[in-house]
C-alpha cells in the first residue's frame, strides 16, 4: 500500500464566527470540530497525521494532543500558504496526501475512504472531493471541461463571475494529493486574487496545465460536507450531526421517545432497550447500560450508569452509577459519586464524593458529601452530612444497616456504627458504636394551658 499522509487545517481564526473561541475548537454534539476530523481520520490508515495551527495554537494542541504532530502557521495567508508548512516534515515523502478542513466536523471516515480509493485507482496527481449544493454561495466552484466533463480549476467565490456561480457543485475542502505533486505545485500558487491569499484550490489549475490527472469524487451526502463558518453553519452542522447519532442509537436497539430533542453526545454509549425521554442531554464518555429509563429532563456527564436504571428529571455528573438503581426526580449527583446496586436517591437529594452500598436509601431532601454509605443504610428526609468546617471538608462514615432519621445533622468527622439509630433531629457530633441509639436534642418541654394564659388582660 502506498504511504498515506493527512494535513488538517487548523490555523484560522474563524472571524465569522464571532468568537473568542478559536473557530475549529467551537463543539458540535459535544467534541470540537477539530477532533472530530482527527477521530475520523483514525479511519483512514494514515501513517501520519499533521496539524497546522496558528490561531488558538496552544488551545488546539491541548485538544488534540499526541494523536498529531504539528506545524505552526505563524501568518495566515490562505489554504495553500497553510499546507506549505508542513513541506519540511513531508516535502520528500512519496505517497498519498489527504488534506481536510478543521471546520468540517461531519466528514465520515467512509467518505475520506472512498475518496483515497478514487484517487489511488485513478491514479491521479489531485483528486477532490466535491458536493452538489443547492444553495452553493461561499463555496469554491468546480469548473469542468465543456468538452469532456474532466476539472479545470477550483474558483472561490469571491473570485468568481456570474456565470461561475450558477455552478453548483463545491470544493468541499477535502482533497487527496500524490505527495510531490502537491509541494512542487504548491510553490507555484500565488496570491493575485480579491482576498490577496495563497488559496490551495490553484493547485488543482497548476496541475492540470501541466497536464497531470485531476479527479473528482463526488458524494450525494453534500450535508456531510458542510463546512462550519458561521454560527448559523454550526447550528446546521449540530442537527445533522445529532439526526447522525440518534439514527445510529435506534439502530442498535434504543427507544428515543423524541429525536429531536434528545442530545447524545457522539462518544457516549447506550446499551439496548434503554428508553430516552425528551429534553435529555447525554455529554462526554458517558456508558449508559441496557434496559435502562432516562429522562425526561435530565443530563448525564462522563459517567457510568449500569442496567435496569432509572433516572428522571435528574443531574449525574462524573459519577458511577451501578444496577437496579432508581434516581430522582430532581436528584443531584455530583462528581465522584458511586451508587451501589439497588440505591435509591430521591427528590431533591444531593450527593457529592459520596459512596452508597447496596440497597442503600436516601429518598428525600438531603445533602450528602464527603460520605462513606455502607450497604443497606435508611438515610431519613432532611438528614445531612456537615462536611465543611469553613475550610476543610471531612468525612461521614456510615456503616451498614444503619437508620439516620429525619433531619438529622451528621457533623463530621464522624462514624455511625453498624445498625446503629440516630434519633430523628438529632445534631451528631461524636461517634456512635454499633447497634446503639444516639439522641441529640433537647426533650421536649410541654407547658400545658400556655394559650388561655397568652390571652390575659385580652
Ligand atoms: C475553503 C476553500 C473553498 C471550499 C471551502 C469548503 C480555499 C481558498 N477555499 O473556503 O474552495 O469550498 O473551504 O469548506 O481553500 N486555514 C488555515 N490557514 C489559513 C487559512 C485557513 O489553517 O491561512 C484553515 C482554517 O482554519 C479552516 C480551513 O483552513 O479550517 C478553511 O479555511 P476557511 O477560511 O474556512 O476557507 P473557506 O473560505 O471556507
Ligand atoms: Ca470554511
Same mark, same amino acid.
Request: aromatic share 4%; with cysteine; charged share 25%.
Given at each position: 500500500m502506498n504511504?498515506r ?24 454534539? /459535544? ?12 479511519g483512514c490508515q494514515v ?6 495551527? &496558528?490561531?488558538?495554537?496552544? +488551545? ?8 498529531? #504532530? ?19 516534515? %513531508?516535502?520528500?515523502?512519496?505517497g498519498t496526501?489527504i ?9 465520515t471516515s467512509e467518505t475520506m475512504n472512498s475518496l483515497i480509493e478514487e484517487h489511488e485507482s485513478k491514479n491521479a496527481?489531485?483528486t477532490i472531493l ?18 469532456? /466533463?474532466? $476539472? ?22 477535502t482533497y487527496c494529493f ?12 500565488? @496570491? ?23 479527479a473528482a469524487f463526488q458524494t450525494? %451526502? ?16 449540530? +442537527? ?29 454509549? $447506550? ?16 456508558? !449508559? ?20 436504571? %432509572?433516572?428522571?428529571?435528574? $443531574?449525574? *455528573?462524573? #459519577? ?43 429518598? *428525600? ?8 454509605? &455502607?450497604?443497606?443504610?435508611? $438515610? /431519613?428526609?432532611? #438528614? ?19 437508620? !439516620?432519621?429525619? @433531619? ?44 388561655? +394564659?397568652?390571652? !390575659?388582660? +385580652?
Amino acid at each position: 500500500m502506498n504511504n498515506r499522509y493527512a494535513v488538517i487545517l487548523a490555523a484560522g481564526k474563524g472571524t465569522r464566527m464571532k468568537s473568542d473561541l478559536y473557530k475549529v475548537l467551537h463543539q458540535v454534539c /459535544g467534541k470540537p470540530m477539530v477532533q472530530h476530523i482527527v477521530d475520523q481520520l483514525k479511519g483512514c490508515q494514515v501513517d501520519k497525521a499533521i496539524t497546522v495551527v &496558528g490561531h488558538g495554537a496552544e +488551545k488546539v494542541k491541548e485538544q488534540l494532543g499526541a494523536d498529531v #504532530s504539528y506545524v505552526l502557521q505563524e501568518e495566515q495567508l490562505g489554504t495553500g500558504h497553510a499546507v506549505l508548512q508542513a513541506e519540511p516534515m %513531508l516535502g520528500n515523502q512519496n505517497g498519498t496526501t489527504i488534506v481536510v478542513c478543521g471546520d468540517t466536523p461531519l466528514l465520515t471516515s467512509e467518505t475520506m475512504n472512498s475518496l483515497i480509493e478514487e484517487h489511488e485507482s485513478k491514479n491521479a496527481k489531485a483528486t477532490i472531493l466535491t458536493a452538489l449544493a443547492s444553495d452553493p454561495t461561499g463555496y469554491g466552484r468546480i469548473l469542468r471541461s465543456h468538452e469532456d /466533463g474532466t $476539472v479545470k480549476k477550483i474558483v472561490e467565490h469571491k473570485d468568481a463571475s456570474e456565470e461561475e456561480r450558477l455552478v453548483k457543485e463545491i470544493n468541499t475542502g477535502t482533497y487527496c494529493f500524490d505527495n510531490q505533486a502537491l509541494f512542487q505545485a504548491l510553490k507555484n500558487v500565488g @496570491n493575485d486574487n480579491v482576498q490577496g491569499e495563497y488559496y490551495l484550490p490553484d493547485v488543482i489549475e497548476i496541475l492540470q496545465e501541466q497536464g497531470k490527472i485531476i479527479a473528482a469524487f463526488q458524494t450525494p %451526502l453534500f450535508s456531510e460536507t458542510i463546512g462550519v463558518n458561521d454560527r448559523v453553519a454550526l447550528s446546521q452542522a449540530e +442537527k445533522v450531526m445529532k439526526n447522525r447519532i440518534n439514527e445510529r442509537l435506534m439502530r442498535d436497539g434504543v427507544t428515543l421517545i423524541d429525536p429531536d430533542n434528545t442530545y447524545v453526545s457522539s462518544d457516549a454509549k $447506550v446499551g439496548r432497550d434503554t428508553i430516552i425521554y425528551p429534553g435529555t442531554i447525554i455529554k462526554g464518555e458517558t456508558i !449508559i447500560g441496557e434496559l435502562c429509563e432516562v429522562g425526561p429532563h435530565s443530563e448525564i456527564e462522563n459517567s457510568k450508569i449500569g442496567n435496569n436504571t %432509572l433516572i428522571k428529571q435528574s $443531574v449525574v *455528573h462524573d #459519577s458511577d452509577v451501578g444496577d437496579f438503581v432508581s434516581i430522582g426526580p430532581f436528584s443531584h449527583l455530583r462528581p465522584k459519586t458511586q451508587l451501589n446496586d439497588h440505591v435509591r436517591v430521591g427528590n431533591f437529594v444531593e450527593l457529592k464524593k459520596t459512596s452508597m452500598g447496596e440497597g442503600s436509601k436516601a429518598s *428525600h431532601l438531603s445533602y450528602l458529601g464527603d460520605a462513606e454509605i &455502607g450497604n443497606g443504610v435508611n $438515610v /431519613g428526609c432532611g #438528614s445531612i452530612t456537615v462536611n465543611y468546617d469553613g475550610k476543610n471538608k471531612y468525612l461521614t462514615k456510615i456503616e451498614d444497616g444503619a437508620f !439516620i432519621g429525619c @433531619n438529622s445533622n451528621l457533623i463530621a468527622p464522624v462514624t455511625i456504627g453498624k445498625e446503629a439509630f440516630i434519633a430523628a433531629g438529632s445534631t451528631i457530633t461524636d461517634d456512635v458504636p454499633s447497634e446503639s441509639l444516639a439522641i441529640a436534642r433537647q426533650r421536649q418541654t410541654t407547658k400545658e394551658g400556655y394559650t388561655k +394564659k397568652k390571652n !390575659i388582660g +385580652k
